[in-house]
């Protein structure tokens, strides 16, 4: 997922690393959606004088997207079974947690979320 400011860097990046080895088509890029931006005081924020600035809708956008862009059903139509989902700016994730993925799988559930006491 990217976003309208950063899509282009992101395809290039990945089209000089020949798609870390895969296919070009075995990579799916897709941008989030973007919000108005508003100042603490609850004022839109102009890009210029006739424009509202916006900014990406962060992770959670990410729901929205796959659901806009019909990428759920490509997915499925790849036979995809499981997404794994996380915030970016934990630097601390696991990515695709083997013990984790198979413990919900095992349970059936449709979605699980693992969290962390602050």
Request: charged share 25%; proline share 4%; net charge positive.
């Amino acid at each position: 997922m990217t976003s309208p400011f950063t899509d282009d860097v992101t395809r290039k990046f990945f089209e000089s690393r020949k798609y870390f080895g895969l296919e070009a088509d075995q990579v799916t890029f897709f941008q989030q959606g973007t919000l108005p931006c508003v100042s603490d005081d609850g004022r839109f924020i102009m890009e210029t004088p006739y424009k509202v600035a916006k900014a990406p809708d962060g992770n959670g956008g990410v729901y929205a997207a796959l659901k806009s862009k019909k990428l759920l059903d490509d997915m499925s139509s790849r036979g995809v079974k499981y997404v794994d989902c996380y915030g970016v700016d934990n630097v601390l994730v696991r990515v695709a947690d083997p013990t984790f993925l198979g413990y919900f799988i095992e349970k059936g559930v449709s979605s699980a979320a693992k969290v962390v006491r602050k």
